[in-house]
């Protein structure tokens, strides 16, 4: 009687799919000489371009620049805004056959910010032939400096649960790609205060970076590239907007908000509260600075017996002093951030795995482009100096090593 009952509920069961899915099914599979080869087509398509571009990109070459900073550094990051404006590097990709068939892709740089031990330094990767290129502009603007290539610290790291622990993770903005986040210019920087008087956002970040000791390590990597309108406009197949486009958006919006009825009239007025005059007019100085796609990737790395995890708060917190609730900020996201329960990693296998994959990324300096593809955002030159700036005295981290002090020159057999 039982087994009577149960074959009825599955004949129901299996009803609609008799008379809904078969027939579908057969209609599908009757034209299997339209999608099978456009499904193969597509693949094969999407390997060989990756392939291609993995090919090129091995056979550029890469370079690591490290730069040693003098103790008299006076000037404002609108000098690193500067050599920010030649970094906006758009050639190598202009033809179907550059970008699809030979797997050219632009030139990308990574800016670093970096504790051994305690020890704060800054480098630079890129490809080697733009070598000549970043040294005369860094040169240009900060005459003093020191530039060396130096072997790539992170390669001989390996994430290994019975000697270090690490973590680590990407970031995000929390708000549209349209607000900027808190710049230099907002700190007063950009009129050249003097020392006692500077406020430079990137001190807190260094004190974070300068206060870890032995045995522990702090990376911290800004990937760039030159933004161009390459992202889908919604709604069409083939149509593409930039970002200004969404900035302007974002601007007529703020000004709708703020208009209201008329008090006892029929007209309506327009009342913008300070707040968000300084949100418009800070959107409308972005709208005519050099954009950046830009992804950002933080690891902590230390010996098991000294790992501290309050700097893993250090880590996701080192961008507060960029932040603002009236503009944008930064958030964590992507990496080692979603296992806040022993059920949903058994025995830390997915965590080990997402472990190796971050340091992979960081060492490959990957993100636009596979084996290592992540969401990015945009950040224009001013944004992107604030971040990334050779601070001046008034950042006194005392584990931030400094040369002595000289006038000099910069290299005669730099190009010019």
């Known amino acids: 009687m039982h087994f009577a009952m149960i074959r009825v509920m599955f004949d129901a069961f299996l009803e609609p799919l008799r008379i809904y899915l078969l027939p579908t099914l057969t209609v599908v599979f009757s034209f299997w000489y339209i999608w099978l080869p456009a499904m193969f087509i597509m693949g094969f398509w999407h390997i060989w371009v990756n392939f291609k ?20 550094i006076s000037k404002s990051p609108a000098a690193m805004e500067a050599v920010l404006n030649h970094f906006y590097q758009t050639a190598g990709e202009a033809t179907f056959i550059d970008r ?17 031990e305690g020890q704060v330094r800054f480098f630079i990767w890129s490809r080697k032939n733009l070598r000549n290129l970043i040294e005369a502009q860094l040169y240009a603007q900060y005459p003093s400096i020191e530039i060396h290539e130096v072997p790539d610290y992170a ?12 973590w680590g993770c990407e970031f995000d903005l929390t708000k549209p790609d349209a607000y ?23 001190a807190s970040l260094t004190e974070y970076l300068g206060s870890i000791g032995r045995g522990e390590q702090i990376w911290i990597q800004i990937i760039i590239r030159a933004h161009k309108k390459e992202r889908k406009k919604a709604g069409t197949w083939f149509g593409t907007v930039d970002w200004t486009d969404d900035a302007k ?42 954009p950046f796609d830009c ?5 902590y790395i230390a010996d098991k017996d000294v790992f501290n995890p309050i700097n893993i708060t250090g880590l996701t917190g080192a961008f507060k002093s960029f932040s603002s ?89 730099l190009p010019i």
Not at 155 to 166: F, I, K, R
Not at 187 to 202: C, N, S, T, V
Not at 259 to 282: C, M, N, P, Y
């Open 53 to 72: 571009r993995r090919e090129f990109h091995f056979n550029q070459g890469f370079v690591l620049l490290e730069m040693r900073l003098p103790k008299d």
């Open 100 to 116: 699809y068939i030979n797997g050219k892709t632009r030139a990308w740089f990574s800016l670093e910010l970096v504790s051994i």
């Open 155 to 166: 390669l001989p790291v390996v994430s290994d649960p019975s000697t270090n622990t690490m």
């Open 180 to 202: 900027p986040i808190k710049t230099y210019i907002d700190y007063g920087l950009d009129r050249d205060p003097d020392e006692e008087f500077k406020i430079d956002p990137l």
């Open 249 to 290: 958006k974002e601007i007529e919006k703020l000004r709708k908000q703020s208009i209201i009825d008329s008090e006892g009239e029929k007209s309506r007025v327009s009342v913008l509260t300070e707040g968000t005059k300084d949100t418009i007019a800070a959107i409308e100085r972005s709208i005519g600075k050099t």
């Open 295 to 299: 992804g950002i990737r933080g690891i």
């Open 325 to 413: 609730q009236d503009h944008n900020g930064f958030k964590p996201a992507r990496g080692l951030t979603g296992f806040d329960y022993p059920w949903q990693d058994y025995a830390d296998i997915r965590k080990n795995k997402k472990k190796a994959d971050l340091l992979d990324a960081y060492k490959r300096r990957s993100y636009f482009h596979l084996p290592a593809a992540s969401p990015s955002f945009v950040l224009t030159n001013e944004e992107v100096a604030t971040l990334y700036h050779f601070p001046g005295q008034s950042v006194a981290t005392p584990t931030f090593t400094r040369i002595p002090s000289r006038k000099a020159e910069a290299p005669s057999n």
